[in-house]
């Protein structure tokens, strides 16, 4: 979200808790429909939502009436159908790799605040855990949940927990911290962000 020049605010525990609320009466069927095409047709279908699109190259970014981002996937640029919402929520970053572990603490520090945030409003998630957990879950998908393998070497997704949204036709929401690349090893400056994500579900494997 935000431009190449201008990166994402941070939202506060309490501004998630506002948009999650905004979220509750969303038609989830018609999200992952997907949109018309860019002119009056989006605007009236953001418009449904309280949505207000931004920019529609490849994806579809909107502000949502509290004045959140989000931003709407499909796959490979396509309008429909819709594989997942997700919505900037937090972010940290060093100069100095030396500092890598300080944004993991960081990170450490701020999960629970914005984890309990999300539960506040959608109850207890279905799972919560760490990025080293025996039991990490693999049906979220490949974007959100990477293999082993790679998880344990990136130490990414650092943290994440999942919801079951009772949403007719179903929906999981899931609050993700990943590191990006070289955080966890210190080959690169450190810097970690945490997105809120819905997908459909269940998740067919040709939305994955």
Same mark, same amino acid.
Not at 20 to 45: F, K, M, Y
Not at 119 to 143: I, N
């Given at each position: 979200?935000?431009?190449?020049?201008e990166p994402p605010v941070?939202?506060?525990?309490?501004?998630?808790?506002?948009?999650?609320?905004?979220?509750?009466?969303?038609?989830?069927?018609?999200?992952?429909? +997907?949109?018309?095409?860019?002119?009056?047709?989006?605007?009236?279908?953001?418009?449904?939502?309280?949505?207000?699109?931004?920019?529609?190259?490849?994806?579809?970014?909107?502000?949502?009436?509290?004045?959140?981002?989000?931003?709407?996937?499909?796959? +490979?640029?396509?309008?429909?159908?819709?594989?997942?919402?997700?919505?900037?929520?937090?972010?940290?970053?060093?100069?100095?790799?030396?500092d890598n572990h300080l944004?993991?603490?960081?990170?450490?520090?701020?999960?629970?605040?914005?984890?309990?945030?999300?539960?506040?409003?959608?109850?207890?998630?279905?799972?919560?855990?760490?990025?080293?957990?025996?039991?990490?879950?693999?049906?979220?998908?490949?974007?959100?949940?990477?293999?082993?393998?790679?998880?344990?070497?990136?130490?990414?997704?650092?943290?994440?927990?999942?919801?079951?949204?009772a949403a007719p036709g179903?929906?999981?929401?899931?609050?993700?911290?990943?590191? +990006?690349?070289?955080?966890?090893?210190?080959?690169?400056?450190?810097?970690?962000?945490?997105?809120?994500?819905?997908?459909?579900?269940?998740?067919?494997?040709?939305?994955?």
């Open positions: 979200m935000g431009t190449p020049f941070d939202r506060t525990p309490q501004e998630l808790v506002t948009e999650l609320r905004g979220l509750a009466d969303v038609h989830w069927e018609t999200v992952w429909n +997907g949109p018309p095409l860019p002119g009056q047709g989006l605007d009236e279908w953001c418009a449904q939502f309280g949505w207000t699109p931004t920019q529609f190259e490849y994806v579809l970014n909107v502000v949502t009436r509290t004045g959140g981002e989000m931003t709407l996937d499909a796959v +490979g640029g396509s309008w429909a159908p819709v594989e997942s919402l997700s919505y900037w929520v937090w972010g940290e970053s060093t100069v100095d790799p030396e944004v993991l603490a960081e990170a450490d520090r701020v999960w629970p605040l914005y984890r309990d945030a999300v539960s506040s409003v959608l109850g207890a998630p279905a799972w919560d855990g760490a990025w080293d957990s025996d039991a990490f879950p693999a049906e979220l998908g490949a974007f959100a949940v990477p293999r082993a393998e790679a998880r344990l070497k990136q130490k990414r997704p650092y943290r994440i927990a999942y919801w079951e949204l179903g929906a999981l929401a899931s609050l993700t911290i990943a590191p +990006g690349t070289g955080t966890a090893d210190g080959s690169r400056r450190g810097v970690v962000n945490m997105t809120l994500r819905v997908y459909p579900r269940p998740l067919e494997a040709g939305r994955r």
